[in-house]
C-alpha cells in the first residue's frame, strides 16, 4: 500500500479535523436561487454526524446500501459523509437514468434506503424506486419520499462515535455508466477512494486556498475523487453549479484554482471564444507583445479562469490542437486518463508538459502501468477496485495472474513513460478489406477543424471508414453549407495523407441534431455510445465513398 494511504486519516477524520481547527471557515457553496447558501466545516460536520444518527434510528445496520440519486449539491456531500460515518455503503446513481437502470442498480445492490434530491424529472426516480426502500427526501422540489431530510437533522443528535473502516473495507458500489450493456458495480475501498483523493489533492498547489467547482455528475467516480475527496484533504472550497444556463456565472463565482472538465465543454469554451474573436484576429493579437498578455488575461476572465493555477481535461479523447490552442493562451490543460476500476485516476500529464500534448501523461505515483503483448493498458495499485459486485466471472477476466487490471484500453508507451491511447481493444472494426481500423486516433486527427464538435467513425464491413459528425453551432452560424462543406474536405484530405491507407476515410456524415445524454447517444460522463451511433447511422453511411461531404 501506498506510504501516503496508509498513513492518511479516514475522510470522515478529515472532515472532522477541518470542523475542529477552523469550524467557522466556509466549505459548500450552495446556490439558492439568486445567491449562495454557505455551509462551513463545522456546520457539514453537524449535518453529517445528524444524518448518520438518523439512519442508524431508521433500523439500517452496518454494510447495508443507500441508494444517492441526485443532480451535484451539498446534500449530497452530506448524504455521501453520513453514510460512510452510519457504516453504511453508498450506491450513487447518475441523475439522469431512466426507469430501467434505476431498478436495475436498486434492486441487483440490495440497496435497503434511497436518498433522493434535485432532479429536472423524478417520474423516472418514481417509478423505479419501490415503496418498501426507505426513502429520504432532500430539501428540493423532487419525487415524495417516507423523510424529509430537514426534518431528520432536526429530530437527532450528532453521532457521538462515527464508524472506523478499515481500508480494505467496501466504501461504495459505483456501477459504470452502461455504455456497453448494463452496468457493472464497481466495489470500490476506502483505500482506493482515499488514493483518489489525495493523489488529486497533490496535484493543486499546497499551502494555498484551493477553490472547485462541481458540476460533473458526483455518481461518476472522477468528479467524486478529484472534487469531492480531494476537498477532504486539501480543504478546498466547493461551489456548486446551479444550471447549465447559469454555468458560466457559476464559475466566475467559484473563482476556482482548479479545474477540472471534460473535451466537450473545453470545445464550447473555445467556439465562445472564436465566435466574438475569429482565430485570425486572435493570431495577430497574440503575436503583439503587450496586446498579448492583456488578450489572455481577458480571455481568462470571460472563461471564469482568472484564478486558476491548474487545469484537467479527461472522460474521453481531446484533439491535441485543443490542448495546443488553450495552451497559447496560458491556459495549460493537463490530459488524464483514468476508470471507474481505477478510482478515476491512473495517469495524468502533470506537471503540465506542451511536449507531451497527445499523450494521457504517465502513471500516478505509487501505481504500476505496463503494457500487454497486444498494446493494452494493465495496471496495478492502490487505485485499483477489489471486484465487480456480484459477478466473479467479470472479475475474473478483469485481472491477470499476477494481479494487473486489464483496463480494454491499448496504448503506446514512450521512453518517458508517457502513454497515448490507440483506441479500445472492442472499438476497432474490421472493414471490407479485412483490415483493422482504430476509431479514436481518426477521431483526434479531425479535431484539428474547429467546426466539427462531435465524431465518430465507424465502418465495420465498409469499403472504408466513414465519420459521423456534429458541427459546433456557434463556428458554423453565418457559414454557408458550401463554405462548411470546403473546410470539412480540406480537413478529410489532410487526415487521410497522414494515416495508413485502409484507414483513409471514404467521407463525412453531417448530422442534424447533437449527441446528447438526455436522446441517449452520449453517456452521462459525455463519452459517446459507439453501438448507438452504429445503429443510428450505419444505413445511411454505407454508400458514402470518395471524400463526399453528406448532409442528413
Known amino acids: 500500500m501506498n506510504r501516503e494511504v496508509s498513513t492518511a486519516p479516514m475522510p470522515i477524520a478529515m472532515l472532522q479535523h477541518w470542523a475542529q481547527q477552523t469550524p467557522d471557515k466556509t466549505y459548500l457553496r450552495q446556490p439558492r436561487g439568486d445567491h449562495y447558501q454557505e455551509y462551513s466545516w463545522g456546520e457539514v460536520s453537524r449535518q453529517v454526524l445528524s444524518l448518520a444518527a438518523a439512519f442508524k434510528s431508521l433500523g439500517l445496520e452496518t454494510g447495508d446500501r443507500v441508494v444517492i440519486l441526485s443532480e451535484n449539491c451539498a446534500e449530497w456531500f452530506i448524504t455521501d459523509f453520513a453514510i460512510q460515518a452510519a457504516g453504511l455503503i453508498s450506491v450513487p446513481i447518475y441523475y439522469t437514468a431512466g426507469k430501467e437502470t434505476i431498478s436495475y442498480i436498486v434492486d441487483h445492490s ?73 452496468p457493472k458495480g464497481v466495489v470500490l475501498t476506502y483505500r482506493n477512494i482515499m488514493y483518489g483523493g489525495i493523489s488529486a489533492a497533490n496535484l493543486m498547489e499546497q499551502g494555498m486556498q484551493a477553490r472547485v467547482i462541481s458540476y460533473l455528475p458526483l455518481a461518476h467516480i472522477t468528479e467524486r475523487a478529484l472534487i469531492e475527496y480531494s476537498s477532504l484533504y486539501v480543504q478546498a472550497e466547493v461551489t456548486f453549479n446551479h444550471s447549465l444556463d447559469t454555468f458560466l456565472e457559476d464559475l466566475k463565482s467559484a473563482r476556482v484554482t482548479f479545474f477540472l472538465s471534460v473535451p466537450r465543454l473545453w470545445l464550447k469554451f473555445q467556439a465562445g471564444v472564436l465566435s466574438k474573436l475569429p482565430q485570425e484576429r486572435l493570431d495577430i493579437l497574440l503575436r503583439i507583445p503587450v496586446i498579448c498578455n492583456l488578450v489572455k488575461r481577458r480571455i481568462k476572465r470571460q472563461l471564469g479562469l482568472e484564478y486558476v493555477r491548474s487545469c484537467g481535461c479527461g472522460s474521453a479523447p481531446v484533439p491535441p490542437s485543443i490542448l495546443q490552442w488553450y495552451a497559447r493562451l496560458g491556459i495549460e490543460i493537463s490530459e488524464a486518463w483514468g476508470m471507474t476500476e481505477c478510482s478515476g485516476m491512473g495517469t495524468t500529464n502533470f506537471p503540465f508538459r506542451g511536449e507531451k500534448i497527445g499523450t494521457i501523461g504517465h502513471a500516478m505515483e505509487g501505481l504500476e502501468i505496463k503494457l500487454s503483448e497486444q498494446g493494452e493498458i494493465l495496471l496495478r495499485g492502490d487505485a485499483v477496485f477489489k471486484e465487480y459486485y456480484k459477478n466473479p466471472e467479470a472479475t475474473a477476466e478483469t485481472f491477470t495472474d499476477d494481479g494487473f487490471m486489464r483496463t480494454g484500453d491499448k496504448a503506446e508507451m514512450d521512453a518517458d513513460g508517457y502513454l497515448t491511447i490507440t483506441g479500445r481493444v472492442k472499438d476497432q472494426f474490421k472493414t471490407a478489406k479485412g483490415k483493422y481500423v482504430a476509431p479514436v486516433p481518426l477521431e483526434s486527427k479531425l479535431g484539428i477543424n474547429q467546426l466539427i ?33 470546403q473546410s470539412l474536405s480540406a480537413t478529410l484530405a489532410s487526415v487521410n495523407a497522414e494515416v ?46 470518395g471524400g463526399e461531404i453528406v448532409w442528413q
Not at 440497496?111 to 418514481?126: I, M, N, P, Y
Not at 429520504?136 to 429530530?155: E, F, G, H, K, V
Not at 460522463?525 to 452504429?534: D, G, M, S, V, Y
Open 110 to 182: 440490495g440497496a435497503r434506503a434511497v436518498v433522493v434530491g434535485k432532479l429536472a424529472d423524478f417520474s423516472a426516480a418514481q417509478a423505479a424506486i419501490p415503496e418498501q426502500l426507505i426513502s429520504i427526501a432532500m430539501p428540493y422540489l423532487t419525487m415524495p419520499c417516507r423523510y424529509q431530510m430537514s426534518d431528520l437533522l432536526q429530530q437527532h443528535e450528532p453521532l457521538k462515535m462515527p464508524h472506523q473502516p478499515d481500508h480494505q473495507d467496501t466504501f461504495s458500489i459505483t456501477y459504470t455508466s452502461g455504455s456497453t450493456g448494463k
Open 453 to 485: 464538435e462531435q465524431s465518430c467513425v465507424m465502418g465495420a464491413g465498409l469499403p472504408q471508414p466513414v465519420v459521423a459528425i456534429v458541427l459546433s453551432q456557434e463556428l458554423t452560424a453565418g457559414l454557408s453549407r458550401e463554405e462548411i462543406s
Open 500 to 545: 495508413e491507407k485502409h484507414e483513409c476515410m471514404g467521407g463525412i456524415y453531417i448530422a442534424s441534431d447533437s449527441w446528447t445524454v438526455e436522446n441517449g447517444l452520449l453517456t452521462p460522463t459525455l463519452k459517446i455510445k459507439r453501438a448507438e451511433l452504429e445503429q443510428k447511422y450505419s444505413s445511411l453511411i454505407s454508400r458514402i465513398t
